[in-house]
């Protein structure tokens, strides 16, 4: 597997692939793509064995920039921050009441930086392939939520001083839940390229 060519990603493999019916495709995809972050950041599901309720929203950030792409990614989180940062309760954790540029700030201020570097990085991996086999996409995975988690950490570091248990805060409690969403990613892209190429014989 040549891991440093130039690979197509799973959203040029469906619909038009040029003019103007593409970029009409690319925008549904970046609305389709918002509203899975929106719905995800919402989905909390039980670890077996934690008291932590896994959250989707990582998944999602994760899996699309390698279904879409570093470009069509990057446009894709960056719509959902825009729309975040009107005020529209779109995030985990926002409100009513926080919302906005004021929750961006907050604790997961960094969190959200990580998403659109994990976001993009998940993307260009995938342009080289790493999305077409489980191994690769396993270890992809895993360095989007070390990208993911250096800047959310950093940031909750310096907002409420390193003399805080930043990392009981922020990493530790969630490692499980990202180890069983990093193995459903490695089974999940691999499985659809397979269909796509068992479909197109």
Known sequence: MQLSASHSVLADHFGPTAGTARRIKQAVLVVLGI???????????????????????????????????????????LGYMIIGALGFDIFQ???????????????TGGYLVGYVMATVLLGALAQRGWDRSMVWMAVAMLIGNIVLYVPGLLWLGQLYGWDQPILAWGLTPFLLGDALKLLLAAILLPLVWKLVGDARR
Not at 40 to 68: C, D, E, H, Q, R
Not at 94 to 106: K, P, Q, R, V
């Open 35 to 77: 509203t899975v972050l929106a719905l995800a950041a919402n989905i909390k599901v039980p670890v077996p064995g934690s008291p932590v309720l896994m959250n989707m929203g990582t998944f999602a950030v994760l899996t699309i920039g390698a279904a879409y792409g570093a470009r069509l990614g990057l446009a894709t989180i």
């Open 93 to 107: 954790g926002s409100t009513a009441e926080l919302n906005g540029i004021s929750y961006m700030m907050g604790s």
